[in-house]
């Protein structure tokens, strides 16, 4: 029987109030991943997955977040047991995403190449990881020297993402590029 894939639909922030509720930074367009009697991963963000299971006792919008109680957290120091952790589903239970939308995680391991490379030429390097830098989506590329390269991932700076070749065309502003180069370059 194959493992279960879990994926990070968001954060645990903090504890709020009294009573057990958490502050979670959604990375999902469905509410109703938080609605009342769903069943969540809480898991260590460095292992979707590893971790417990939880029901939703309540949730309700607070600000840009979500405030959620659990069955099993009655109060503010069981709720601080839980800070830090990811909020995971079964990749299985995901929404499918929209035509022009893709999953954040089906972005990770994409090649990364330039909207002005030409065939032969090698990429920049690889999407390793995505940031929500609480606006735009801030990509962390990996280039063939090991440097990391911070990417806006604004949709006019991304052309195409083709999942079946597992690549990504970028076309990064004037400068962003020159920032990561050395000296000897």
Partial sequence: M???????????????????ELVVDSQADS????????RLRLSPPDAPGRGRDYVVRAARPH???ILVAFEGV???????TLRGLAVCLPESE???????????????????????????DPDLGVLEEVRDSGGAELWVIRDAAGR???FPAADA???????DARIVVIDPP???????????E
Avoid: W
């Fill in 157 to 163: 700076l991304v052309p195409d993402i083709d999942l």
């Fill in 31 to 38: 509410p109703s991943y938080f609605a009342r009697g769903a």
């Fill in 94 to 120: 995901l929404a499918p995403p929209e035509p022009d939308e893709v999953f954040l995680h089906e972005l990770l391991g994409l090649r990364v190449r330039l909207v002005t490379s030409a065939p032969g």
């Fill in 2 to 20: 194959a493992a279960v894939k879990y994926i990070v639909v968001g954060g645990v922030t903090r504890p709020h109030g009294i009573r057990g």
């Fill in 63 to 65: 600000k840009d977040r």
């Fill in 74 to 80: 009655p109060d503010r120091n069981a709720a601080e």
């Fill in 174 to 184: 004037p400068g962003l590029l020159e920032l990561y180069q050395t000296e000897e």
């Fill in 148 to 150: 990391e390269i911070l």
